[in-house]
């Protein structure tokens, strides 16, 4: 299961994340933190009394790794660099780099980040081995990009959601990319994967077929965000309806 901000929950443990963007000066936050509880919520110890954003959880030597974001923030938003962290417990936590911008972490189990600063270089940063703990390296070459999706073949898929259409498809684990928007017709919200396929939805709803997206029967309306956990896809529609998959 993956939040782009809050919590994140994995058997009993559970980890919830606090920015403290009201009292934020120059990178620092005298409220934000990260709090972890090992039996369920029935106890919590506060492992950090910095701000720390995003929260995620990958497959990394046969366990679950936790990547967080401390992100440089002022008051109201975040807008500088972004430190990450892994931890295999949740509680005790190593630095594994740093990215330009507020971090954009993959979704389901994919280990890349990224971030939300429109800045030159290289766009892209995988979590690879390290000595004492995974470190972040960067995919050269690579777009900047909003979001991260893998696709029941391996495949990644990088998007933005909100803008026009624009997913971009990468079979090497984002080394290079191509375009993959035949067969879209005007924005999208985000992708979800089920049932072993790809779909995007936003004006419309869009089935992958391996060569150009089809229309699909399975929302009426437009989208406006989409939310997937490993059991559910959720998505919003404009009017603020909500829809879950079954």
């Known amino acids: 299961?993956?939040?782009?901000?809050?919590?994140?929950?994995?058997?009993?443990?559970?980890?919830?994340s606090d920015l403290g963007i009201d009292t934020a000066n120059a990178g620092s936050s005298t409220t934000g933190g990260l709090y972890v509880s090992q039996d369920g919520g029935g106890?919590?110890?506060?492992?950090?009394?910095e701000s720390v954003g995003r929260l995620l959880v990958v497959s990394y030597r046969g366990g679950p790794l936790f990547v967080a974001e401390h992100p440089w923030v002022t008051k109201g938003a975040a807008t500088g660099p972004s430190q990450i962290f892994t931890s295999p417990d949740g509680l005790t936590w190593l630095r594994a780099g740093e990215v330009?911008?507020?971090?954009v972490f993959g979704m389901l189990d994919v280990p890349l980040v990224s971030f939300g600063k429109n800045i030159p270089g290289d766009g892209i940063y995988r979590l690879i081995d390290g000595d004492r703990a995974p470190h972040l390296e960067p995919i050269p070459g690579s777009p900047q990009?909003?979001?991260i999706l893998q696709g029941p073949r391996g495949e990644l898929w990088?998007?933005?959601?909100g803008n026009v259409v624009n997913p971009r498809l990468s079979t090497d684990g984002g080394r290079t990319t191509r375009?993959?928007?035949?067969?879209?017709?005007g924005r999208i919200a985000g992708l979800f994967v089920a049932n072993?396929?790809?779909?995007?939805?936003?004006?419309?709803a869009y089935e992958w077929d391996g060569a150009q997206w089809r229309v699909a029967n399975i929302l009426t309306g437009k989208a406006s965000a989409v939310f997937q956990t490993t059991e559910r896809v959720f998505i919003q529609d404009l009017s603020g309806g909500f829809w879950r998959s079954r």
Request: proline share 6%; no cysteine; net charge neutral.
């Open 1 to 16: 299961m993956y939040l782009e901000r809050g919590h994140y929950a994995l058997g009993s443990t559970v980890l919830v």
């Open 43 to 49: 106890s919590w110890k506060q492992v950090s009394t």
């Open 100 to 103: 330009p911008g507020p971090a």
């Open 145 to 147: 990009t909003q979001g």
């Open 158 to 161: 990088f998007f933005e959601p």
């Open 179 to 185: 375009v993959a928007a035949a067969g879209l017709a």
């Open 196 to 204: 072993g396929k790809v779909y995007a939805v936003g004006d419309g």
